[in-house]
């Protein structure tokens, strides 16, 4: 008798955490989803007409409760943004701010980012990737769940356009000199915007969260790392 199949599911780099919709993201979900969702199927998505446009399409994964894309996306209206995120209460509240604020360059997929990153991307498809403070799973055993490591930064890599651009930020140190090594490492497909080995300055489109307002105030340290894709 042969040995039956078995099946390696991957590690996540998150918890899936539903937590419940507010009335208002309900409603938010029911009137917006249609028009600014997207459903995952697995093949590239054909951007220009999913947003109608040729505008540059920059892509944040984990956006949380959307408050920095949104405010990305009202300041920014020649660009596009594709935000990706799993968790219902995050992508019900960002819905609603692209309500409030009449929104029209935003669109969300509800899914894995890793596996958008590797089948719903056509090659050189977005001029800006952002990973605005991940999970950073603080604990050793857990560290094998981090987002970026270099198969995320290969993906990255090949969804960016020659000149794109890659902005993380993290509020844990240890997990700044991680992302630190492994982008450099990957030298020739990034290039520190900054100088070898530094991080930047938040850049002005980077909104301050509350968190992290909260944060400063309490003395703690935010590490913005900003490479570009090279183009040869």
């Known amino acids: 008798m042969s040995e ?34 997207i459903e995952y199927r697995g093949q590239p998505l054909d951007l220009p007409e999913i947003f109608g446009n040729d505008h540059p399409v920059c892509m944040e994964i984990g956006f949380g409760n959307g408050a920095s894309l949104a405010a990305m996306a009202a300041a920014h209206p020649d660009t596009n943004y594709l935000g990706v995120e799993v968790h219902g209460p995050g992508v019900g509240h960002l819905l609603l701010e692209i309500g409030e604020r009449q ?74 000199e991680q992302m630190m090594e492994v982008l450099s490492t990957a030298s020739d497909l990034f290039e520190n915007s900054a100088g070898k080995g530094l991080s930047t300055p938040r850049p002005e489109y980077r909104p301050l969260t509350k968190f992290e307002q909260r944060g400063q105030r309490l003395g703690h340290g935010v590490w913005d790392l900003l490479f570009t894709r090279r183009r040869s």
């Open 103 to 176: 929104l029209e360059n935003v669109r969300i997929i509800r899914h894995d980012a890793i596996e958008v990153l590797q089948n719903g991307l056509a090659p050189d498809s977005l001029q800006g990737l952002f990973l605005f403070f991940p999970d950073p799973w603080h604990k050793k055993r857990h560290h094998k769940r981090r987002i970026l490591n270099p198969r995320f930064v290969e993906l990255a890599a090949r969804a960016l356009r020659p000149g794109g651009f890659f902005h993380a930020a993290t509020d844990w140190e240890h997990y700044a």
């Open 4 to 37: 039956p199949d078995k099946t390696h599911r991957p590690i996540r780099s998150f918890v899936l955490r539903q937590g419940r919709l507010t009335k208002g993201q309900q409603r938010a979900f029911d009137q917006f989803w249609p028009r600014f969702g």
